[in-house]
């Protein structure tokens, strides 16, 4: 999960009274990882407050907001150790000049799918106060133009314009893996994981409830008429979580969110579950209740990072955070939680809203699904990024700063699972033949993260997806971008170049619809890609073959870009796709 990627709070904030937890409330501590979720609480309580009656005391700190990473705003006034240096560059990386509008002047044009295309890409890119967590850094959003030629790429950057960005001394930040700082106020609005285009409108997502939504065009932070981040509405039911990659049909128009949904507002330990549709108006983002149901025990912190959709259904793995030892060098929420790894999953009939919870055997957390779709025998057949409680640890600065991480710590072999909605039951066996026992180094170990596949083939049975994976099991992070064929379990093709890092390629279908999509090759177009050279500290956009998988084109950029998660791609005159 990214609550991860990005601010992750669930305290509420302590200059607005309603926010604030009813005192009559009682809690049954029913088990140690309640008991030790409370006492965290409390002691992030005390300190936050503490904190606001510290600075309210303190002259001086507030600095006029101005949004270049370099000003002292964004400086440290709490932690004087600088973290630990990560082996590849691109991590807790400030994004330098973010502002600047930049060009690449192409001799060739770029293949004609791509004239006039918008590629947006969130970015933890900036680090204050010696920030030690990689994706708990401030949310910006990248954008690259292509001209309608196709001889000129323009791209440049802007920070999300939350008070994290403008204020960061006055923020009480309590993230994933980093805080609580000393501040006045409460800062809980980061939204650095995915971007969700949904009716002309474009919202930057996370797995809080937290979301912000910018404008396309000059990607300024949009508020409401007293200067409040517009952020999503809850109807008929409420909860702080929601999901980075909402389950959208892009045939009828509808996205899915799956959250807790506790009886009492702001608890964060339920046996609720919900979907909901999201429902955007001219000023708001409603979140539509559509079903509930209940679990047999509570659940601390339920999240599903990024459920699904088949033509009939809406697949979510219902995982969740439990308590851990919190004598360890973590700070933030991590400190106290980690991912629990489970076997419980959530489902909902799209045309009864009837809903399903099914248990299988395979207990781990689910970093990504992409593409779900029914079978000829009418089974949900779903693959997945399966990763271990320990997967969220990798993102601090000690742990990026080693050789290489301990892979198989973090990641479990992927997986592919059949369901039955009419029997409840779910079998998950590993995606690839091999993965039960992967050759040893230097072979490539079946290991890989960020699917993205052909989005026209979206809920429909399909043969490719691509990923970034590793060359070897001490790979200091993802350095092989493959093609893997999901008829024969195979890596069918894979690309490599000596100290080039890579982020999330994106796929650009050669097609302008569905129908001319199924008359051409699924793999007829185009991956986009920021790539990051480690021999000379500098980052390239990359445009590949989606069929070879080998570069059409790689083009320097004149910033370091930060190692980040998701992109969207918005062909010239068409409704921009999802991720995924």
């Known amino acids: 999960m990214r609550l991860t990627q990005g601010c992750f709070s669930f305290l509420p904030d302590l200059t607005d009274a ?99 295309l918008t590629h947006f890409r969130l970015l933890p890119a900036a680090f204050p106060d010696n920030m030690e967590y990689h994706f708990d850094g401030l949310a910006t959003i990248l954008k690259f133009q292509v001209s309608s030629d196709g001889k000129t790429i323009s791209y440049r950057a802007k920070m999300f314009e939350d008070q994290a960005a403008t204020d960061f001394k006055k923020c009480v930040f309590y993230g994933t893996g980093f805080g609580p700082t000393l501040g006045e106020k409460v800062c809980v609005t980061n939204p650095g994981v995915n971007l969700l285009p949904l009716d002309d409108q474009l919202w930057l997502t996370i797995d809080t409830s937290k979301w912000g939504r910018v404008d396309p065009d000059t990607l300024d932070t949009i508020t409401d008429e007293v200067g409040k981040i517009l952020q999503p509405t809850f109807v008929n039911s409420s909860s702080f979580v929601l999901n980075a990659h909402p389950a959208c049909d892009r045939e009828t128009n509808v996205c899915y969110v799956q959250h807790p949904c506790p009886k009492v507002p702001l608890i964060p330990y339920s046996d609720q579950v919900c979907y909901s549709v999201l429902q955007t108006t001219n000023d708001s983002l409603n979140v539509q209740f559509v079903a509930r149901a209940q679990l047999e025990r509570k659940k601390l912190i339920q999240h599903s990072h990024s459920p699904c959709l088949t033509d009939r259904y809406v697949v979510s793995k219902l995982d969740a955070f439990t308590g851990r030892d919190p004598i360890n060098k973590n700070e933030g929420l991590l400190k106290f939680l980690h991912q629990d790894e489970d076997s419980l999953w959530f489902v909902l009939d799209r045309l009864t809203n009837e809903t399903k919870l099914i248990s299988g055997s395979n207990k781990f957390v689910n970093n990504h699904f992409w593409n779900c779709y029914e079978d000829d025998q009418g089974m949900i057949v779903i693959e997945t990024v399966a990763s271990t409680e320990n997967y969220l640890d990798i993102y601090f600065s000690r742990n990026l700063a080693k050789d290489y991480p301990d892979w198989n710590e973090i990641f479990h072999p992927p997986l592919r699972c059949h369901m039955s909605f009419n029997n409840s039951s779910i079998s998950c066996v590993p995606l690839f033949k091999e993965s039960l026992s992967p050759p040893p180094p230097p072979s490539p170990p079946f290991i890989f993260d960020y699917p993205t596949f052909n989005p026209y083939y979206k809920k429909k049975s399909y043969k490719y997806f691509y990923g970034i994976s590793i060359k070897n099991i001490t790979s200091s992070w993802f350095d092989k971008l493959i093609k893997v064929d999901v008829h024969t379990n195979e890596i069918a093709k894979e690309w490599s170049s000596p100290n080039v890092y890579l982020t999330e390629f994106d796929f650009v279908p050669t097609a302008n619809d569905k129908k001319e999509a199924f008359q051409l090759k699924e793999d007829d177009g185009v991956l986009l890609s920021v790539l990051y050279n480690a021999t000379n500290d500098s980052s390239m956009f990359g445009v590949f073959n989606a069929s070879t998988i080998q570069p059409i084109g790689i083009y320097p950029m004149e910033q370091t870009v930060p190692f980040h998660a998701h992109g969207i791609i918005c062909k010239a005159g068409k409704p921009c796709f999802t991720n995924p």
């Open 18 to 116: 309603h926010h604030l937890p009813p005192t009559n409330l009682s809690i049954h501590l029913s088990n140690e990882s309640l008991a030790l979720f409370t006492k965290m609480i409390a002691s992030t309580f005390l300190v936050a407050t503490l904190a606001q009656l510290f600075a309210l005391s303190v002259q001086g700190w507030y600095i006029p907001p101005n949004l270049s990473v370099n000003e002292s705003h964004l400086s440290s006034t709490v932690n004087s150790k600088p973290p630990a240096k990560p082996t590849v560059g691109y991590f807790l990386r400030n994004l330098e000049n973010a502002n600047k509008n930049s060009s690449i002047v192409l001799s060739t044009p770029l293949p004609t799918s791509l004239h006039g």
